[in-house]
């Protein structure tokens, strides 16, 4: 068979670092634009993007040619340093050192996208750490609780 044909779907999460409440509502939808922007130039495709003020969730379109690794370096070092640079008020932002990445389905993909688009209803219930635990035992990721928060 010729060519690439694949669907990489892929859903990220990660904190500011100490879960600090940096990411103010009115620049939000500023920095996943962002975000898009590092994503598209690494050939992937931001598909969704959203969150509250301590964590995001990115959900994309991975190519065939870059590690997620890359993809959550680039997307971290660039929207912080974009960060800094727009506000500069936002000096001490920072990213949580580690991330989640969570393969996904086609077939939920509107789930994952609402789920995504409703953080600030859902956390209305249930904090950051709570939802990545939910999110690790729900994917089946083993993982050591002393070794998850900054």
């Not at 634009?33 to 590092?38: K, L, N």
């Not at 727009?86 to 949580?96: D, I, L, M, S, V």
């Not at 995504?116 to 990721?141: C, M, P, T």
Request: positive net charge; proline residues 3%.
């Amino acid at each position: 068979m010729p060519g690439k044909h694949l669907s990489l779907l892929v859903h990220f999460i990660w904190s500011t670092a100490h879960r600090e409440l940096r990411i103010a509502p009115e620049w939000r939808d500023r920095l996943y634009g962002y975000i898009g922007g590092v994503l598209e130039h690494k050939k992937a495709k931001l598909l969704c993007a959203g969150g509250v003020s301590d964590h995001i969730h990115v959900y994309a379109s991975l190519p065939s040619t870059a590690t997620i690794a890359e993809l959550v370096n680039a997307m971290k070092a660039n929207s912080s340093r974009w960060i800094h640079e727009t506000f500069p008020e936002q000096r001490g932002f920072a990213w949580q050192n580690g991330y989640g990445a969570f393969s996904v389905s086609k077939s939920v993909e509107d789930q994952v996208i609402k789920y995504i688009r409703n953080q600030e209803v859902h956390h209305r219930r249930r904090d950051f750490k709570q939802e990545f635990l939910a999110l690790l035992k729900k994917h089946g990721v083993e993982y050591d609780e002393r070794y998850l928060w900054d």
